[in-house]
């Protein structure tokens, strides 16, 4: 069993950031897919990036591309969501997910209904 622990939201200005940490309990996420979700009011839970273990490659959803960054911390089994120049409509629930296989190589790694292990959800938000 693994256990997600997201932390690191809160309430910023446009053009502000924040950084989402998501700690996992159970397994090491060097062997596992983790992605970041969001959902805002009202809308479907959309994907935001998604990294395997500590590699360079990640994917990014192009709404986000540029301005948000996934990084990994092997030591603290961490996996972090620096996010730079928010926007009002980045105001969202964030979730921390992870998988055992290798979401980025079946080309899953934007589904949500692919990862197994969900964190709680840290809320964000983002005035105007």
């Known amino acids: 069993q693994v256990h997600l622990v997201e932390s690191g939201g809160g309430l910023v200005q446009a053009g502000g950031s924040l950084r989402l940490a998501c700690a996992a309990v159970?397994?090491?996420?060097?062997?596992?897919?983790v992605g970041w979700f969001r959902q805002a009011p009202g809308k479907e839970r959309e994907f935001v990036t998604a990294?395997?273990?500590?590699?360079?490659?990640?994917y990014y959803a192009d709404s986000v591309e540029g301005r948000f960054t996934i990084s990994a911390d092997n030591a603290k089994n961490t996996v972090y969501l620096q996010m730079n120049s928010l926007m009002p409509e980045d105001t969202a629930v964030y979730y921390c997910a992870a998988d055992r296989g290798n979401l980025l190589a079946t080309g899953w790694y934007a589904k949500d209904r692919a990862y197994l292990y969900w964190g709680q959800g840290t809320q964000v938000t983002v005035s105007s």
């Open positions: 990294v395997w273990g500590s590699s360079a490659g990640a």
């Open positions: 159970g397994r090491t996420l060097t062997t596992m897919t």
